[in-house]
Structures are given as structure tokens and as C-alpha cells.
């Protein structure tokens, strides 16, 4: 067994596409719509989906405003420089709400940043 995707329902979904192809990096790997009821998905991710888990941004035609709910944590990502992705990321106009740093009672150094729909996703410095 593997995971395959993580859905996410976003409010504008080129907002959206922009955030995780543009500034974070990710490929559109496909998107479709369904005429019947209402709905586009696109897939998004660094790898294909026959073997990496990759993000699903469901957008509904229509009432698409969501709570966001209190259970849902972060998705995580490892990226290469975190001082200089946050810059970038910040530079864009993308709300860097806890800057890179380690963690604490630890060495590994994270950030926070929030897509268009104010999903958290925490960025990891890779590991030297």
C-alpha cells in the first residue's frame, strides 16, 4: 500500500495553481472537469503519480467558501535552501507566518507558509 493524494478544496483554483506550480514548485501532472456535477480537479505534484503522493485542489463550481476546521494540521515539504525558498515565497506576496528557524528543543530548521486558502504547510530544510 502507498498514499496516493491529499485533497484539498481551494477557493480560486488558478490562485491556487499558481501558488504550487509557480512559487512552490510542483508540476500540473492533469486536471478535468465534470460538467455534471459541477467540479474541476487538477493534480498537482514533484513526481508522477505512479510513484509519488501528489496534491489534489478540488475546486466546485458555485458556494466554494470552506471552513477550514480545527483537526487538519500541514502538509510538510523538504526543500533544499529554506532562507532563500522563504525569501522568494515572501517576495510573492505569500504570508511566511513563522520564518525559517529550528525547531525547538531541535536542530531541524522549518518554516510556515499558507496557500491562497490559508492551508498551512510547513517547509523542512533537507538534511546536509
Not at 500541514?74 to 515565497?89: S, W
Request: hydrophobic share 35%; net charge negative.
Amino acid at each position: 500500500m502507498r498514499m496516493l493524494h491529499t485533497m484539498l478544496r481551494v477557493e480560486d483554483l488558478d490562485a491556487s495553481l499558481h501558488f504550487y506550480t509557480n512559487l512552490m514548485g510542483m508540476k500540473l501532472l492533469r486536471k478535468s472537469e465534470n460538467q455534471a456535477y459541477e467540479y474541476t480537479l487538477a493534480f498537482v505534484g514533484y513526481g508522477e503519480e505512479t510513484n509519488t503522493t501528489v496534491l489534489e485542489l478540488t475546486y466546485n463550481w458555485g458556494d466554494n467558501t470552506y471552513e477550514k476546521g480545527t483537526a487538519y494540521g500541514h502538509i510538510a515539504i523538504e526543500v533544499d535552501d529554506i532562507y532563500q525558498f522563504c525569501e522568494n515565497l515572501e517576495q510573492n506576496g505569500c504570508d511566511v507566518y513563522r520564518k525559517p528557524g529550528p525547531v525547538k528543543g531541535g536542530s531541524t530548521v522549518i518554516a510556515f507558509v499558507r496557500d491562497p486558502d490559508g492551508y498551512a504547510i510547513e517547509l523542512i530544510q533537507t538534511k546536509q
